[in-house]
């Protein structure tokens, strides 16, 4: 696969009948190795090990309602009261990120009412703060650490 703009991180793999799987730590099965889910799991592990983001915490690939259609976020993470604390959309590497990317995950984060947006394609990320009092977001550098 190919090298993203994350650490290193350890993975672990399987092969069955010719299709590389990785193990989702969230999840806890093996998921089928595509060129999202190597950013997914790149991403999760960041949550994890650079953020110090709770494993309990963290949803991964979960079916939400916005306007009616079913959409599937890729990682939410909760605060300790339940509210959403982040949404993160993860691309393929060859995905440009734009202003579609942009409006998929406001359109998430309408239902789900998170304070801080990520866009990643595993090469280039984005970091947003929201404020919901004028309906717009703000870039960040970085999402914070984990408080407790």
């Known amino acids: 696969m190919q090298q993203l ?14 299709k590389i799987s990785i193990f989702d730590v969230i999840r806890k099965r093996f998921m089928i190795l ?18 110090k983001y709770p494993k309990s915490l963290i949803n991964v690939e979960k079916e939400l309602i916005v306007n009616t259609l079913k959409k599937r976020y890729d990682i939410v993470v909760f605060n300790p009261n339940g509210n959403i604390h982040l949404i993160v959309e ?5 995905v440009t990120i734009d202003q579609n990317t942009f409006d998929q995950i406001a359109q998430y984060n309408m239902a789900l009412n998170a304070t801080f947006l990520m866009i990643t394609n595993g090469l280039n990320h984005y970091y947003c703060q929201m404020d919901f009092k004028n309906k717009k977001y703000r870039f960040l550098k970085d999402i914070p650490d984990y408080q407790v």
Do not use: A, G, M, T
Not at 5 to 18: L, M, T, Y
Not at 34 to 51: A, F, G, N, S, T
């Open 90 to 94: 993860c691309k393929s590497p060859s």
């Open 34 to 51: 595509q060129p999202e889910e190597w950013v997914r799991q790149h991403c999760i592990h960041y949550l994890i090990d650079v953020k």
């Open 5 to 18: 703009n994350f650490p290193q991180f350890s993975f672990r793999f399987k092969n069955s009948e010719n």
